[in-house]
């Protein structure tokens, strides 16, 4: 596991205006596509002399112009100064903001789970103030190896996706034979819902307002077997 030292500086000015910078190298994820958490420490200091009040978001990279693709299958977790928030929350709740005292260091810990999944992929670890405006975005780059002995074809019959995706009233599951429950989330963790599941079963969302939800599918022990974004139009 490769811990990153990233330092934030946070500096006042007239008005109270904050900047923020961090350490010239930005951090890496390494490991193994077996592994269930590759963590990276993201250390911050606010060095104002009055409180600080943060928000973060993990952005991935869309276009190959900007870096590389993320899998679909990797998931990310957010560790701040409140809490460790559920997998698959990509953004910061907006009634929940991580705030800093004056001269006040904390580590961010940065979570992913390739769930079996190799490659190399990029994403953007931002820090927010209380209006939405980024302070600083960070890039993260990630390069997870595969399983000695495993191959890629082994790999995709393991994962699990939903389909249609988006979709306006109903989704099934791909790759399910291991699938026995589905739960649903909204963007901020909220259980919504749970049903159970067998192969081939659709799954009516219609009632679903238009947004983000996450889809946490367990098998017959009550495991996660993966967390997956639903798109409902």
């Known amino acids: 596991m490769k811990q990153i030292l990233l330092i934030i500086f946070v500096s006042v000015g007239f008005g109270l205006s904050a900047q923020v910078s961090y350490a010239p190298h930005a ?3 390494v490991g193994k596509a077996d592994e269930t958490d590759i963590n990276v420490d993201i250390d911050i200091i606010n060095d104002l002399n009055a409180d600080q009040a943060t928000f973060w978001s993990i952005d991935r990279v869309t276009t190959v112009e ?36 004056a001269n006040q260091a904390y580590t961010y810990n940065l979570h992913m789970n390739p769930h079996g999944t190799s490659g190399i992929g990029d994403v ?5 103030d209380e209006n939405g405006s980024i302070l600083t ?40 034979n291991n699938v026995s429950k589905v739960a649903f989330y909204n963007i901020v963790g909220k259980s919504l819902n749970t049903s159970t599941h067998f192969p081939g079963k659709s799954h009516d969302v219609s009632t679903l307002q238009k947004g983000i939800y996450l889809l946490r599918l367990f098998d017959e022990n009550d495991n996660v077997i993966s967390v997956v974004r639903l798109n409902k139009n």
């Open 124 to 128: 953007i670890f931002n820090i927010l």
């Open 27 to 29: 951090p890496d994820g």
């Open 66 to 101: 900007n870096g590389n693709l993320v899998p679909e299958e990797w998931e990310f977790q957010l560790c701040d100064i409140n809490s460790c928030y559920i997998w698959g929350l990509e953004q910061c709740p907006s009634g929940n903001p991580a705030v800093f005292s």
């Open 137 to 176: 975005s960070i890039p993260v780059h990630y390069n997870v190896d595969l399983v000695s002995g495993v191959s890629e074809a082994d790999l995709d019959v393991k994962q699990v996706k939903l389909y249609p995706n988006p979709t306006s009233d109903y989704i099934q599951i791909t790759n399910d």
